[in-house]
């Protein structure tokens, strides 16, 4: 489609992943997210890094039209999220799901093909076999008729996992996925993510453990309200970037000071 010079829309480059430009998210009269502008290239594996409180949910919630925008705008390969829905696969927060309710493994995972289907139509064999081929990509196949609430954490979180990847999308968004999942789970969803990433998707991952965040991503954002550096990992992961964002956390970043390449700002 070509752009008149003109066209607020021609900086909307479908090569970038993710656009946010002049972003704010208020609860109330707090900013949770301040005049956020980012642009995440398609096909990296991206950490979104900061303090609790920061506003790393806020953003994906943002993202998701989970959350109402305040001022500014949101473009998935650039499109609202309203265009581009199928494209996109969420994980939410562990602790933001009832692990409680009545329902298999392999229900939890038909839910994400809902919004392909329609209203009059229950999910039949052909997308049962769908979210079956997307809790085997996790290695959950044989637990498919399992009740949720019996699953470990690490297992409840590859189902969810499975239920993001069941309409095959471009994008994925997760929040804090290795949050109470115990060593070998975080390896195994780690392993996935990167098959995911090297197959040509982009992997948006927020994420709070500041030692793993060198071996586990290629591209970084420090947020804290405001963003404070995004970029190629080796560009963005400096000491400076890390007291910027986390601030008087030092404690923190006792581990993570020693690793950065750079001692200050690229
Ligand atoms: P993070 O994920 O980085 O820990 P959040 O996005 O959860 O940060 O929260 C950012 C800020 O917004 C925090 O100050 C938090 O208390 C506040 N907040 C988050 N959700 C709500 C909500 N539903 N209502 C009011 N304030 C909220």
Same mark, same amino acid.
């Given at each position: 489609? #070509?752009?008149?010079? #003109?066209?607020?829309?021609?900086?909307? &480059?479908?090569?970038?992943?993710?656009?946010?430009?002049?972003?704010?998210?208020?609860?109330?009269?707090?900013?949770? =997210?301040? &005049?956020?502008?980012?642009?995440?290239?398609?096909?990296?594996?991206?950490?979104?890094?900061?303090?609790?409180?920061?506003?790393?949910?806020?953003?994906?919630?943002?993202?998701?039209?989970?959350?109402?925008?305040?001022?500014?705008?949101?473009?998935?390969?650039?499109?609202?999220?309203?265009?581009?829905?199928?494209?996109?696969? /969420?994980?939410? $927060?562990?602790?933001?799901?009832?692990?409680?309710?009545?329902?298999?493994?392999?229900?939890?995972?038909?839910?994400? +093909?809902?919004?392909?289907?329609?209203?009059?139509?229950?999910?039949?064999?052909?997308?049962?076999?769908?979210?079956?081929?997307? =809790?085997?990509?996790?290695?959950?196949? #044989?637990?498919?008729?399992?009740?949720?609430?019996? +699953?470990?954490?690490?297992?409840?979180?590859?189902?969810?996992?499975?239920?993001?990847?069941?309409?095959?999308?471009?994008?994925? =968004?997760?929040?804090?996925?290795?949050?109470?999942? &115990?060593?070998?789970?975080?390896? $195994?969803?780690?392993?996935?993510?990167?098959?995911?990433?090297?197959?040509?998707?982009?992997?948006?991952?927020?994420?709070?453990? =500041?030692?793993?965040?060198?071996?586990?991503?290629?591209?970084?954002?420090?947020?804290?309200?405001?963003?404070?550096?995004?970029?190629?990992?080796?560009?963005?992961?400096?000491?400076?970037?890390?007291?910027?964002? /986390?601030?008087?956390?030092?404690?923190?970043?006792?581990?993570?000071?020693?690793?950065?390449?750079?001692?200050?700002?690229?």
């Amino acid at each position: 489609m #070509s752009h008149s010079p #003109s066209d607020p829309d021609v900086h909307h &480059d479908p090569s970038i992943a993710l656009h946010l430009e002049d972003l704010t998210v208020s609860y109330g009269e707090r900013p949770a =997210l301040w &005049d956020i502008d980012l642009d995440v290239p398609a096909g990296v594996m991206a950490g979104i890094i900061g303090p609790n409180g920061a506003g790393k949910s806020t953003l994906i919630k943002a993202i998701l039209g989970l959350v109402p925008v305040s001022a500014g705008h949101i473009r998935l390969f650039g499109e609202p999220y309203g265009q581009q829905r199928r494209r996109v696969g /969420y994980v939410p $927060q562990r602790s933001s799901v009832d692990w409680e309710f009545p329902t298999t493994a392999v229900d939890v995972v038909t839910m994400g +093909l809902y919004g392909q289907l329609s209203w009059w139509r229950w999910p039949g064999r052909g997308e049962r076999d769908q979210a079956l081929r997307a =809790l085997e990509q996790v290695s959950m196949e #044989s637990l498919a008729d399992r009740q949720i609430s019996e +699953l470990s954490g690490g297992q409840q979180q590859r189902v969810f996992i499975a239920r993001a990847l069941v309409q095959n999308p471009d994008i994925l =968004l997760l929040d804090e996925p290795m949050a109470g999942v &115990d060593a070998t789970t975080e390896r $195994q969803i780690i392993d996935l993510l990167r098959r995911l990433r090297d197959d040509g998707r982009t992997v948006i991952v927020v994420h709070h453990d =500041l030692q793993t965040v060198q071996r586990y991503f290629d591209w970084l954002a420090f947020l804290n309200v405001r963003i404070i550096a995004a970029g190629a990992l080796e560009h963005v992961y400096t000491a400076n970037n890390l007291r910027r964002a /986390y601030g008087g956390q030092v404690a923190l970043l006792d581990e993570a000071q020693n690793r950065p390449n750079a001692p200050s700002d690229a």
